[in-house]
Every structure is written in structure tokens, then in C-alpha cells.
């Protein structure tokens, strides 16, 4: 079974830019988080979808957004990019939205803002 | 908010168990506790999870103590690619009843051979 897909893995992009990452989910699995990880501040939660729902937000401004689609798949725009969202931004998948679910990892998407 | 707290840093040898504590006193009856690792520069790796019982697999052993206020990961004889960074979190649901994970800066341990 195919594991979490993030693509790109890296990216260079310029203040004031917009970028969009992408996240395929394991197979059946109908929840997708994302995560942004800096070196001061660890994993810091952005939000998590389950069935093209958001469920849950972190404490992000609104230049962070995402979406699900029907076949699980994930996205997340930010918009107005600052030099300080320059971090590596993670996808997460489980199979439903229980405390008793494990949730498996992609490899991370590397942002850089110039 | 449940959080957890963990050495900074920790040594082991090759070959040995290397015991990693953490502490959660605030935990509530529901919440779990997770144990993930961070190879540098890769996605986290779900290790074990647990609500009250011991738990073990494949790769590690999770103690819980019995007022569930800390538990400790035991890797039973760790190797140079068990060198990794470790988080212990605690997952429960937020006031909104949904599922929340708070991720802490973990322990970074180190396995000399």
C-alpha cells in the first residue's frame, strides 16, 4: 500500500507570492492534517480535513487555507507568502477521525520564501 | 490542554534499551498517548500509542504508569537508525469535540555505537 504523498517536495518562492501544496492520503483514508514544522516552534497543527470537511483549525492567519476533495486528496494554499512561512510543511493521514487512530506521515513539503 | 514534557536530549548505546520518559501530569481520562519520531528532514513515524495498558509492537514498548501521569518508550536494543528525534504527545478532542494533537519539541536521542 502506497504510503502519504506530498508533492512538491521542495519549493522556492518569493514574498507576496501564493503557493499551493498538494497531499494524497493513503488509500481509504478519509482524514488529511497538515502541519507546519520550524525549528523554534515544532509541529504546529493548521487544520484537518475528514470527507471534504474541515474539522479542526489551528491558530494560523487566513493566508493559510486548504481543501479536500472527494477522493481524499488534500490541498493548501497560502496566499501573501512572508519570510517567515518559510518551514516544512506536513501532510498527515488516518483512517477516521477517533483518538484510537494512528495517523501516518508524508515526507514533507520543504517552503522556502525569499 | 494536555502537554507533555521531555528531556531535550538523551545518549545510548548501541545494542542497549534506551528508555525514553515523558511526562503528561495534566492527561484527562480519555486521552491517549502517542509516541512518533523525526528522522532529520523526513516525515514523522508513528511508533506506538496507548489509553492505560502497556502496549508493545514490533518496534518499541510503551509504559504507562498506573495514575497515567508519564510513560516511557522503551526501544529494546537500539541501533545507529533508531537516532532520531522522539515526540511523546497526548491526543484527546478539544472543546468543539474535535480530535486535537499537541506536539512538544520531543527528545533528541542519539545511539553511539
Known amino acids: 500500500k502506497a504510503g502519504v504523498t506530498q508533492t512538491p517536495r521542495y519549493l522556492i518562492k518569493t514574498r507576496g507570492q501564493q503557493v499551493t501544496l498538494s497531499c494524497s492520503p493513503i488509500?481509504?483514508?478519509?482524514?488529511v492534517s497538515w502541519y507546519q514544522q520550524t525549528p523554534g516552534q515544532g509541529l504546529q497543527f493548521l487544520f484537518e480535513?475528514?470527507?471534504?470537511?474541515?474539522?479542526n483549525k489551528g491558530n494560523f492567519p487566513g493566508r493559510f487555507s486548504g481543501r479536500q476533495f472527494s477522493n481524499s486528496r488534500s490541498e493548501m494554499n497560502v496566499s501573501t507568502l512572508e519570510l517567515g512561512d518559510s518551514a516544512l510543511y506536513l501532510c498527515?493521514?488516518?483512517?477516521?477521525?477517533?483518538?484510537?487512530?494512528?495517523?501516518?506521515f508524508g515526507q514533507g513539503t520543504r517552503l522556502t520564501v525569499v | 490542554d494536555a502537554k507533555t514534557t521531555q528531556p531535550p536530549s538523551m545518549d545510548c548505546a548501541e545494542g542497549r534499551a534506551a528508555n525514553l520518559p515523558c511526562n503528561h501530569s495534566?492527561?484527562?481520562?480519555?486521552?491517549?498517548v502517542y509516541w512518533y519520531r523525526q528522522i532529520h528532514s523526513q516525515g514523522p513515524q508513528y511508533i506506538i500509542h496507548?489509553?492505560?495498558?502497556?502496549e508493545t509492537n514490533e518496534m518499541a514498548s510503551l509504559i504507562i504508569t498506573e495514575d497515567r501521569k508519564s510513560s516511557t518508550l522503551i526501544l529494546p536494543h537500539a541501533t545507529l537508525r533508531d537516532t532520531a528525534v522522539y515526540y511523546c504527545?497526548?491526543?484527546?478532542?478539544?472543546?468543539?469535540?474535535?480530535?486535537?494533537?499537541?506536539w512538544g519539541l520531543g527528545t533528541s536521542l542519539a545511539v553511539n555505537p
Open positions: 498527515a493521514s488516518s483512517s477516521s477521525t477517533g483518538l484510537d487512530t494512528e495517523a501516518f
Open positions: 488509500s481509504g483514508h478519509r482524514s
Open positions: 480535513y475528514f470527507s471534504e470537511t474541515q474539522r
Open positions: 495534566t492527561i484527562s481520562g480519555n486521552e491517549y
Open positions: 496507548g489509553l492505560k495498558n502497556n
Open positions: 504527545i497526548v491526543r484527546g478532542f478539544n472543546a468543539g469535540n474535535n480530535r486535537k494533537l499537541i
